[in-house]
């Protein structure tokens, strides 16, 4: 793995990490509010996937290392852009998984790049201003308590910054996409998805997860069957038949070499 700084077209410096194994194809993983590409639920997610793809793995504008401040939505689909832009040039195939407002930008930027073969979006949002999270919730305590931590700490806390992004942008993504969400998430109710599902063509499934955990947090909780569900539904695209996937080994290195990336 190494560090690599990307420019985005608005002249913010992205940093990424780049685990590059010579796999034909690429998947970015792009963090949510409060999130960033060394956290331990960010680095454990790369490390899983790359057995099976190349993994880039960023900082949006205002978290980790980059440079900037967040907005919230506003300008963030650059960073994502200047990511798919790095990866289009060197691989077959780009996939994008997204978290919580990293999903919004996302899908933002793949609607405009028009490259991407695949996109994941884990509890997008419908609309930024009808997010009302659950403060009071013991889900949502652990984890902000857990986000105090160093490194965390987001710059940019203007919310009047952030863009009116809605749902309805879903009726544009063409691609094989998959959206994984929590049904009691404390951040994004069942509504938001309902509402998502209402714009949503055959093109986008749709996996629920059972719990409270937001974003990367229901990778923490499930990572095989996470990891499983997302390998298949790429699979169902590429032809590229993923054997089950036994998350222990995988967590140690010991994959057999039918689990690897097949030629396409």
């Not at 010579?22 to 639920?41: A, E, T, V, W």
């Not at 933002?108 to 884990?122: G, I, Q, R, S, Y």
């Not at 995988?250 to 689990?259: D, E, F």
Request: with cysteine; proline share 3%; glycine share 6%.
């Amino acid at each position: 793995m190494k560090e690599i700084i990307l420019q985005t077209e608005d002249s913010e410096k992205i940093y990424a990490n780049w685990h590059s194994s010579g796999h034909r194809n690429c998947i970015l993983l792009c963090h949510g509010f409060m999130q960033y590409k060394d956290s331990p639920s960010f680095s454990s997610m790369a490390e899983e996937l790359s057995v099976y793809f190349d993994v880039l793995s960023m900082d949006m504008r205002g978290h980790g290392k980059s440079s900037g401040v967040f907005t919230y939505g506003s300008k963030e689909k650059h960073d994502i852009k200047a990511a798919i832009d790095f990866m289009e040039e060197r691989y077959e195939r780009v996939y994008v998984m997204a978290f919580s407002l990293g999903a919004s930008a996302s899908l933002e930027a793949v609607l405009e790049k028009k490259t991407v073969d695949f996109m994941a979006l884990v509890s997008p949002p419908s609309c930024f201003r009808k997010i009302f999270p659950k403060f009071w919730t013991a889900s949502a305590f652990k984890t902000l308590m857990n986000n105090l931590g160093s490194g965390k700490k987001v710059r940019g806390l203007n919310i009047f910054h952030s863009k009116k992004y809605s749902a309805c942008l879903f009726s544009d993504l063409k691609i094989p996409s998959l959206v994984i969400y929590s049904d009691r998430d404390w951040v994004i109710g069942k509504k938001h998805i309902q509402e998502i599902k209402k714009h949503a063509e055959a093109n986008v499934d749709f996996i629920e997860f059972p719990g409270t955990a937001h974003a990367e947090h229901i990778f923490e909780q499930n990572p095989g069957v996470f990891l499983k569900k997302l390998l298949r539904r790429i699979s169902k695209q590429e032809n590229n038949n993923f054997q089950e996937v036994i998350y222990e080994q995988v967590s140690h290195k010991q994959v057999s070499m039918g689990m690897a990336e097949k030629a396409y």
